[in-house]
């Protein structure tokens, strides 16, 4: 059954150039990539990203670390992967959310790290399920950005819309 997940290189992978060593490792999986950005995460993108955390003591930290404020790395990288039992093939081979539980042959495994302050630095983020993978790819992506159609979509006309554009 195709499934689609968002797949997050934070921004201590960007800072540790581990970008090509995690997109090899993710070929194994023979997945196909359907949308892919560099993204300047706001607070309110990170906020709503992890809200689920919002009452954890470390959330703080976890949306500053998303952010880049932590790496000074300001960005992450945002693919949308889609295929044949994506969200378990690509869970599998990232590994445990902590880095120190993470089979050693796994990305988090290899690359992760728990900071000083027990913050997790797993140098990507995995959607966890279908609906999880639903609201985060509509959080981070539009319809648009995307090569496949992935949800129901409808055209709707906006008005007003103030929009950056090349000169």
Known sequence: MNQQLLVLIKPDGLK?????????????????????????????????????MKDKPFFEDLVKYIQGELHDRRKVMAMVYWGN??????RQLAGATNPEEADPTTIRGS???ITTKGLYENVLHT??????????IK????????????YPTEVIEVKMEKKCVWT
């Open 16 to 52: 540790k150039s581990l970008t090509g060593n995690i997109l090899t490792r993710l070929s194994e999986t023979k997945l196909e990539i359907v949308a892919a950005k560099m993204v300047r995460v706001s607070r309110e993108l990170a906020v709503e990203h992890y809200k689920h």
């Open 85 to 90: 039992d994506a969200i378990t093939k690509v």
């Open 111 to 113: 690359y992760g790290r």
């Open 127 to 136: 959607s966890s399920n279908e609906l999880e993978a639903e609201r985060e």
């Open 139 to 150: 959080l981070w992506f539009q319809p648009e950005d995307i090569i496949v159609d992935l």
